[in-house]
Every structure is written in C-alpha cells, then in structure tokens.
C-alpha cells in the first residue's frame, strides 16, 4: 500500500526535462518532504502523483496497480483516491461558488452523497465558521480560501494528499492550523506528500524529505 513514482521522466517542451529517473515513495501515515529552489522539479512531481500530469516515461503505482490516464482519463477510483492543495487557492477555487459550495464540489462532481457530520467536522478542523461558508472568494482573504481548498481536497476521505506550496501565501499562524490539520490526517493514516521551498518547515512537518533533481540518491 503506498503512491510511487517510479523512475519518472516529465516536463512540458519536448526535449526539456524537469524530471529525470525520479523515484519517490509516499506510504499510508507518512508525509513526505519534498524540497529544493524553484525550478527544481517539485511542482511537476507534485502534478504528476496527483494524477495531473502525464509523464513521458516511467509509471505510478497507486496501492499496487499501476494508473492508467491523466486528469479524467485516470479510472474515477484512482482520482478520488489522491486529494490535492495548490499554492494560489484564487486560482484553484471557482469564483462564482460560496466556500460552502467549493468544499462539497467533488461530492457533487463523483456523485456521491453529502455526509453531513463529517462536512461539518472538516469545517471546524480547518477553522471554517457557518458565516465565512456563506461567503465567495473575493469576500475572504487567502489564508480562509486556502482553508476551504484543503477540506475540499479532504472531503472524499483521500488515501493520498499532495500539499504543493500549500502554506507559501499564507501567514504563519494559518500555516501552523493547516499543517497541524494534515498531521492530523496523516496520523489516521493518510499518506501526505508536502511540497515546500521552506526547508525549516519540513524539518518539523515531514517524516522525511526527497530532494527531486537528485535521481541517484535514494529515499531518505
């Protein structure tokens, strides 16, 4: 049971890599550091465990079975299975929608039901009040869109979550109730992938830290 990149070649020109023979590891209840300058390869490691990106060789190994497909070609249990946070939450977040309306989103999107109690749970654990839920996005300042974007990535209970410069844009009490929210995730068994240029970040956040444009070196 583990999210792998194997072996991962990717980037968006042909002939320009970002990533080169990159293996990366994320067991369940592990939060994986992922480290370096931009420009480094990060974000796109991020994009492609998080089954947005197609790389151009190698694979990802989903709990054992290889996935097949990017985005909305990847089977519907493999996408539900790994839930994302984006750096720029005005961007990742749909205007027109209240905060309410974007944590339930992928409900809505997979046809699955509401779970009240549990909705209600991500909306305390985030620190989302029943006002601030009502509200649209250009109504509330980054680090309250930015705890929206994260219970709806927790919404569907994924086994996987990848945190791309989740807290880059936010204050550093917002910082310490996100990452204490994922820790909290993590310890329950969820597998974390933390992207950060904040290196005394994930000194305290992660279990370990993988630095991407360093293929030889191995895990740890």
Same mark, same amino acid.
């Given at each position: 049971?583990?999210?792998?990149?194997?072996?991962?070649?990717?980037?968006?020109?042909? $002939?320009?890599?970002?990533?080169?023979?990159?293996?990366?590891?994320? /067991?369940? $209840?592990?939060?994986?550091?992922? %480290?370096?300058?931009?420009?480094?390869?990060?974000? &796109?490691?991020?994009?492609? !465990?998080?089954?947005?990106?197609?790389?151009?060789?190698?694979?990802?190994?989903?709990?054992?079975?290889? *996935?097949?497909?990017?985005?909305?070609?990847?089977?519907?249990?493999? +996408?539900?299975?790994? $839930?994302?946070?984006?750096?720029?939450? =005005?961007?990742?977040?749909?205007? =027109?929608?209240?905060?309410?309306?974007? *944590?339930?989103?992928?409900?809505?999107? &997979?046809?699955?039901?509401?779970?009240?109690?549990?909705?209600?749970?991500?909306?305390? +654990?985030?620190?989302?009040?029943?006002?601030?839920?009502?509200?649209?996005?250009?109504?509330? @300042?980054?680090?309250?869109?930015?705890?929206?974007?994260?219970?709806?990535? !927790?919404?569907?209970?994924?086994?996987?979550? *990848?945190?791309?410069?989740?807290?880059?844009?936010?204050?550093? @009490?917002?910082?310490? %109730?996100?990452?204490?929210?994922?820790?909290? =995730? /993590? /310890?329950?068994? &969820? $597998?974390?992938?933390?992207? @950060?240029?904040?290196?005394?970040?994930? /000194? *305290?956040?992660?279990?370990?830290?993988?630095?991407?444009?360093?293929?030889?070196?191995?895990?740890?």
């Amino acid at each position: 049971m583990s999210l792998v990149a194997e072996r991962i070649v990717a980037g968006y020109r042909r $002939g320009v890599r970002v990533l080169d023979g990159v293996d990366v590891t994320v /067991a369940p $209840g592990e939060v994986v550091g992922l %480290a370096g300058p931009s420009g480094c390869g990060k974000s &796109t490691l991020a994009r492609v !465990l998080a089954l947005l990106h197609a790389p151009w060789s190698g694979r990802v190994v989903l709990d054992g079975g290889a *996935v097949r497909g990017v985005r909305y070609r990847a089977p519907r249990n493999h +996408r539900t299975a790994v $839930g994302v946070v984006f750096q720029q939450p =005005r961007l990742a977040a749909d205007p =027109r929608l209240t905060l309410r309306e974007i *944590v339930v989103e992928p409900l809505l999107a &997979t046809g699955r039901g509401a779970d009240p109690a549990w909705e209600e749970e991500l909306h305390d +654990r985030v620190g989302l009040t029943a006002e601030l839920l009502g509200r649209r996005p250009h109504e509330v @300042s980054d680090g309250q869109l930015q705890r929206a974007c994260l219970a709806r990535a !927790l919404v569907l209970r994924p086994r996987y979550l *990848v945190c791309d410069e989740m807290t880059a844009m936010l204050d550093a @009490s917002t910082t310490a %109730a996100l990452v204490r929210v994922v820790a909290e =995730r /993590a /310890a329950a068994g &969820t $597998g974390v992938l933390a992207v @950060s240029h904040d290196e005394e970040l994930l /000194a *305290v956040w992660a279990h370990r830290v993988r630095r991407p444009w360093a293929p030889a070196v191995a895990d740890g």
